[in-house]
Structure formats: structure tokens, C-alpha cells
């Protein structure tokens, strides 16, 4: 494995995504190329249908490609069984959904113990309480997410999908289904954690102020790859 290839650890080749409709063949996305460095936040931005979250479901092996192929981790991810991309993700990665995700037979604890007793991690309560501490929860973990309001549960989301010390967290709209202050509260957090624990950020936005926090933004514009550029407006190349 190359220099290169270490330090990026998304790589994407020529992506294509197309389903079959009543009406014919739909292209979702077609021949996107770029690549995410080791430790990178990288905003994907767009307008409603225009790919991006598809392209994070393919990202992050949920969804398989038409054509190209997704190197995470230098795992290429088509080369993979359902299995096999299921273990991957259990090894390498963090999800934060807009919706929360959380299950409501469990407390707050219990739920971002999860990810890490399904691991066979004996050290899972200790990450757990760990976590919610960083996330200011400590004291709400007996709680139920009935119990607790949408930016406290987003907060055990994040807690959760940073259990095990994942190298890649997506994030889908991690904001979007809260108030302005619950939901620059999110943001901070997440690149807090994206820096304390060196975890790699990949997030969908249709929130600019978002994107502009991150060191990349990949605009996707009709399914293809218009422009990166960095949080300041710089263009760059793939």
C-alpha cells in the first residue's frame, strides 16, 4: 500500500449510482472521484436530490455502487459481501442520523454502550460514561429517550457513534431537527470530538455556516462533482 493511500483513508473511483424505474434507467450519481485524508472534516453539500446522500450511503458501504468503487480504510468496499461491509463498519466507523436513531427500550447509558458490547468490548460502560461526560449527559444517564429532549438525544448519538474510537464518522443532517442553539451545540461537539479523537468527519449539510467549519466541502450538483473547495471558498482538486 502506497504513502498516499495510507493518508487518504476515502478514496473514491470514478462512483456511479443508477436504479431502475417504471420510466427507465435513473443515474443518480455518475463518475465521482475524490479522496478524504486521514484525520479530515469534509462538508457534502447540495441541493435536495442531488446525490449526497446517496453518496454517503455509499461511503460508508449501506448502499453498493453502480460502477467505481470506495476504498475505505484501503478496504475496497464492491469487492465485499453484505457481511463483510457490515465488519467493516463495526471496526471503522460512527454514524450520526438526523433522526436520532436511538432505541427507546434503552437508556441513555445502554444505548451508547451498544455499539461496543456488540463488539465484545469488556471496557463498553467505561467508554460509555466516558463519553456522555464529554457530551454533558453524565447526569441524565438513566434516562430514556422519551425522557430526554431532541439535542440531549442527538448528544447520545454522538456519544454512541464515538464508542470503540471509530476512524470515520458520517454524520447525515446532524442538525437538522433542532432548535438553533441545540444546534450549534451538535456542531460544536462534533468537531470537538473530530479533533480530541483524530476521527475522520464526513457530513451532509444544506447548512452553509456548517460547511464552512469543515476543512473541505464537496458541492455535488445533478449527481456529479462540481467543485471542492475548503472552508474559506479556495477551489482544490479531488
Do not use: W
Not at 11 to 30: C, D, F, M, P, Y
Not at 32 to 38: R, Y
Not at 65 to 70: L, R
Not at 190 to 207: A, C, P, S, Y
Amino acid at each position: 500500500m502506497s504513502v498516499l493511500s495510507q493518508l487518504n483513508i476515502i478514496q473514491v473511483k470514478g462512483l456511479s449510482k443508477r436504479v431502475n424505474t417504471v420510466e427507465g434507467a435513473l443515474t443518480i450519481l455518475s463518475d465521482i472521484h475524490f479522496s478524504v485524508k486521514s484525520g479530515e472534516s469534509v462538508a457534502i453539500v447540495g441541493a435536495s436530490g442531488s446525490g449526497k446522500s446517496t453518496l454517503l450511503s455509499l461511503l460508508a458501504g449501506l448502499d453498493v455502487a453502480s460502477a467505481g468503487e470506495v476504498y475505505l480504510d484501503g478496504e475496497p468496499l464492491g469487492e465485499r459481501n453484505e457481511e463483510q461491509r457490515a465488519q467493516i463498519r463495526a471496526e471503522k466507523v460512527g454514524f450520526v442520523f438526523q433522526s436520532f436513531m436511538l432505541v427507546q427500550s434503552l437508556t441513555a447509558l445502554e444505548n451508547v454502550m451498544l455499539p461496543a458490547e456488540l463488539a465484545g468490548d469488556k471496557n463498553a460502560k467505561a467508554q460509555a460514561l466516558k463519553l456522555l461526560e464529554q457530551v454533558g449527559l453524565s447526569h441524565r444517564i438513566g434516562h430514556y429517550p422519551s425522557q430526554l429532549s431532541g439535542g440531549e438525544q442527538q448528544r447520545v448519538a454522538i456519544a454512541r457513534a464515538f464508542v470503540g474510537t471509530p476512524k470515520i464518522l458520517f454524520a447525515d443532517e446532524p442538525s437538522a431537527n433542532l432548535d438553533s442553539k441545540n444546534g450549534h451545540l451538535i456542531e460544536k461537539l462534533l468537531f470537538q470530538l473530530n479533533r480530541e479523537h483524530g476521527t475522520t468527519l464526513v457530513l451532509v449539510t444544506h447548512d452553509e455556516h456548517l460547511a464552512k467549519q469543515c476543512q473541505r466541502i464537496i458541492h455535488i450538483e445533478g449527481g456529479k462533482l462540481a467543485q471542492i473547495r475548503d472552508g474559506e471558498g479556495a477551489l482544490h482538486v479531488g
